[in-house]
């Protein structure tokens, strides 16, 4: 095999995947003194399909990193106010002062992944946009020991890991070559159309619930707020199909008349983007030489906006696992992940399945906000590990 690039032989860890798992993974091994590869098929500072609201555990996250700065200096607004609509009835909520935070914030995945992966090259990771994980390197044992990498110019290379990282999303390579296990499946998916408008009143977060519907806006960077509007899989193609502004235009209606005007007084940047759904999962997230982090190892539906939150959380989960250095540490990396994440899981497969009048949703929010308040306790209560902070 040609040696095309300048890689070091050995790392300690090789991450697939610099977005929000895998940058936020690799900045936090570097800054303990680990000798990290990370590679992303993608380029760098390029946007993904997803919306990118935060809630309280990612950004007490980001400031914990001491990234928060740099995220809000790049034009993210601080979101101080939130409002649920269950169809005619409004819930406004103030984000309180708690674990040191009192703002929310949104920042397009074209900041916020482009900030992680400075974090992680400043650390000292190797970084690599465009380089492609085409399969895993294996010893007699079975045991993961490298990555077989390709570039865009078709230059391959082999590299020596301790441990390769899979935060390579819902397609994740390294789960299937691994054959990770989904030890737990979701039952419903939403779908969404989604897209950035510049006029919009800016006073926060609001999340839309009708019967059948859901919809938001986001307030982001460059004075846009991201709207989206969805509804159950099984209905997207019947809801979207042909033309997806009329789709959209008529979902965002149904939920809230006032958003429909806005959006009628508002410009859209760009174009529509689609997300035709996807049913959650939790994975076994560790083996011999490998480890999950993110998407990868656990996806669910982003009608609760948690996704990114929840990669944070696990980028850390999974770090203080691999420094800890062994086996069992690993395995109590999954047994926390699981143990924060299944009630978070259960009430969005719940809410996902759009089988719900707003009585019944507002009860679905309220065991919303109880996981998330316990996943930002915990997080809170993280012992304190100094190279793992800014
Ligand atoms: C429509 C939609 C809306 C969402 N809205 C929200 C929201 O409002 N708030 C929220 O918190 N979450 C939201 N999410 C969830 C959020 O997008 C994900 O949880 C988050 O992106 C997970 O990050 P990740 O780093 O694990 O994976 P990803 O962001 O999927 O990144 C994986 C990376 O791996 C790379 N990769 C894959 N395979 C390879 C390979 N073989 N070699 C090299 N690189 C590879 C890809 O190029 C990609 O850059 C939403 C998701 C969707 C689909």
């Excluded at 914030?105 to 650390?123: F, G, N, Q, S």
Aim: net charge neutral.
């Amino acid at each position: 095999m040609q040696n095309i690039q300048d890689y070091d032989s050995h790392y300690d860890a090789v991450i697939v995947g610099a977005r929000c798992a895998g940058a936020a993974t690799a900045m936090l091994l570097a800054r303990a003194g680990a000798n990290v590869l990370l590679i992303d098929r993608q380029q760098y500072g390029t946007d993904v399909v997803s919306t990118h609201a935060l809630m309280r555990a990612g950004v007490m996250q980001l400031a914990r990193w001491g990234l928060l700065p740099e995220i809000i200096a790049a034009g993210t607004p601080p979101v101080t106010r939130t409002a649920f609509h269950y169809g005619q009835e409004t819930v406004p909520v103030t984000i309180k002062s708690e674990h040191g935070v009192d703002f929310l914030c949104a920042p397009r995945r074209t900041v916020l992944d482009r900030v992680l992966v400075d974090a992680a090259r400043r650390a000292g990771a190797d970084v690599r946009h465009g380089v492609s994980l085409t399969d895993l390197q294996y010893g007699l044992d079975g045991q993961v020991t490298g990555a077989l990498l390709k570039d865009g110019a078709g230059g391959r290379a082999g590299v020596r890991a301790d441990l390769v990282i899979g935060a390579d999303g819902r397609q994740s390579v390294v789960a299937r070559r691994v054959n990770a296990r989904f030890n737990v499946k979701g039952t419903h998916s939403s779908g969404y159309v989604y897209g950035y408008y510049e006029g919009l009143p800016d006073d926060g977060y609001h999340w839309y619930f009708e019967n059948g519907t859901a919809a938001g806006a986001i307030p982001t960077n460059n004075g846009e707020h991201c709207v989206f509007a969805g509804v159950h899989r099984d209905q997207f193609t019947n809801t979207f199909r042909g033309d997806l502004m009329r789709g959209f235009r008529r979902m965002a209606a149904a939920n809230s008349p006032k958003l429909a005007e806005s959006l009628d007084n508002g410009q859209l940047v760009g174009r529509l983007r689609g997300f035709s759904g996807g049913v959650g999962y939790l994975r076994q997230c560790h083996g011999p030489g490998w480890a999950l982090v993110g998407d990868a190892g656990y996806f669910k539906d982003p009608l609760t906006a948690h996704g990114i939150t929840d990669a944070f959380r696990d980028a850390e989960l999974l770090s203080r696992a691999v420094l800890a250095g062994t086996t069992r540490s690993l395995g109590h990396y999954q047994d926390e992940r699981d143990a924060l994440s299944r009630p978070l899981f259960e009430v969005t497969n719940t809410i996902a399945s759009f089988e719900w009048d707003l009585d019944q949703i507002k009860q679905h929010h309220g065991r919303l906000i109880d996981a998330m308040k316990a996943e930002a306790d915990h997080i809170a209560n993280f012992s304190a590990i100094d190279s793992l902070a800014a």
